[in-house]
């Protein structure tokens, strides 16, 4: 194991931020404590959970929440599965994402390939989702039916789920690369009455057409009523004789007008979507109140997002961080919005829009950074990325490389803030916050009001050690169950089974002597050699440091009664993966994690299956080389990336 005390920090908060920020004024405002103190966010930590209808109710008014608490802040607060925050609150979503500072004040800004397109005011905001509402209502749409959208990363598709948050709709999202059987399997669960679609969308400097799958989609999900085009690409020209189909400014012509509708705190807001790899996917229903109070929480208390904050995350429509992101209009930010590759611009793109945009939280995906650093830039050195203040990161654990990249290369002297939680609970479980150091390596702590530990297999809270991270306690951002699941009973087996009452999260995890968290991977991804349990990022963190390889997956293959470490390789263009190269990566593997990590075979491919949102599917790898179906291969960016790995002989005896 690791030695903590060796461990480097990166950043400490000056006395002066600890007290400017908004954690450091709430934590003298709510709890009485002395952000300056030794240990402030530890205290702070522990004050959260001790009381939790004291904590979430102080969250509600530091967070300028809008709408009626009502009388009880947490019932059946002993029974985890069934708890309730505020259960007779009233708030209405959209209202509070979008009835904050002044009308003039710059809402969105839109960005794609080919640069900034335009951007919003407050007021254009609530003009375009107020008409949303209206257009919805005027089709039939009532509180509690659902909306679809398949669109890019764009206002209209933000105007779209407030106007659907304002009148009580509920909104799910997928970004438009999702094929018609991946459109059909999410959508076609939860029974839309409206699906909101552009006809194209440009990646990597081509354009794809959408248009031609809609009517494919419509004829696969009966419920819908009206399709809804936007013309992005500007290649709707034929959608049939269709009468459902109607062009997004005709929609939009019914006007305005429509008053907020105060609606329970725990009204479903949005459907979002397990990956599905593994099957059909789970279709997590997540509340107005919860998802709210939880995210306005991280964004301005962990984030120090605020009225002059230009906040930024890499995403797309079908990823929570979309949802995330979202939330920070609720504290007066500016958000920044990005539809293309990441990659664009020479791989520069992002770095110009924190350049331009002049944004001051820059949130990406660890692989990203990974990819960033191994082709050479300097961003730091190309942009003026001086009014970055903190650097987000997720998707995947962020590699010790990847702190000390950030911080050389790209923002030194922000706070590197990476986190971890997901779709299950759109939010994080463990995250940066302004008071405390940063340690390469490692998240810098649970979240306020997260009552995180980590658990051995007898279900014993451990630190220093690997485990399960579980959450002990109940929190508002819990789902309000799955889809056609009405007793609750795969919501329960789910996250409750494990350790009964307790959410297991199914994260393999280290809480630090310091109290800094560590990621190693999915826990049903974990290796288990000889019977010791590994977490593929472990073996990640030292194989992303051999400049050769650009990518790599680790899966175990089934050998009788054992298991043996398979590492498979994408090289760099001209690479070849020779026995000294082989030798090269079990020697840093060996050194730098200890000799059980290192694999029994290392194997070059050609590509690797990712998610629509970029995370490494291990599962689905480890199906294709025991010649078992991958469920769901439409869940996939890049599903024919699996035929890298089908009746390969070297995975034969």
Known sequence: MKQQTQTRILWTPTDAQKTSCRMGRFAKAAAGLDPLMPDAYAELHEWSIADLPRFW???WKACFMKGDPGAQVLRNGGNMPDAQFFPDGRINAAENLIERGHPSDEAVVFWTEDGRQYAWSRAQLKEQAGRFAAAYLAHGVREGDRIAAIMPNMPQTLAAFLGAAWIGAVFSSASPDFGVGGVTDRFG??????????????????????????????GNIPSLQHIIVEPFAGTAADLGQDERFIPLDAFLETGAGVPYKALPFNHPLYILFSSGTTGKPKCIIHSAGGALLQQFKEHQLHCDNGPQSRVFFFTTCGWMMWNWLVAGLGGGSTIILYDGSPFAMDGRV???IADREKCDYFGISAKWID?????????????????IRMIGSTGSPLSPEGFAFIAREIAPGAQIASMSGGTDIVSCFVLGNPLSPVYEGEIQGPGLGMAVEVWNEEGKP???????????????????GFWNDPEKSRYRAAYFEHF?????????????????VIIYGRSDATLNPGGVRIGTAEIYNQVEQIPQVLDSVCVGQDQGDDVRVVLFVVLREGETLTD????????????????????????????????????????AVRDVIHGRAVKNASALANPEALDNFRDLPELRG
Do not use: M, N
């Open 57 to 59: 109710s102080a969250v």
């Open 189 to 218: 669960q939860i029974e839309p009455k409206i699906l909101i679609a552009c006809d194209g969308y440009r990646y990597g400097g081509k354009s794809f057409d959408v248009g031609t799958k809609l009517p494919a989609i419509a």
């Open 350 to 352: 992002l770095f110009r």
């Open 371 to 387: 990819a960033v650093h191994k082709s050479g830039q300097h961003p730091a050195r190309e942009h003026d990325l001086s009014s």
């Open 462 to 480: 451990v630190v220093g050690e690997k485990g399960e991270l579980v959450c002990v306690k109940p929190f508002p951002s819990q789902p309000l």
């Open 500 to 516: 009964p009452g307790i959410w297991r999260h199914g994260d393999w995890a280290e809480i630090t002597e310091h109290g800094g």
């Open 580 to 619: 000294d190269l082989i030798k090269q990566i079990k020697a840093k593997i060996r050194s730098g994690a200890s000799p059980r990590h290192v694999p029994a075979l290392i194997v070059q491919v050609a590509d690797i299956p990712r998610t629509k949102s970029g995370k490494i599917t291990e599962l």
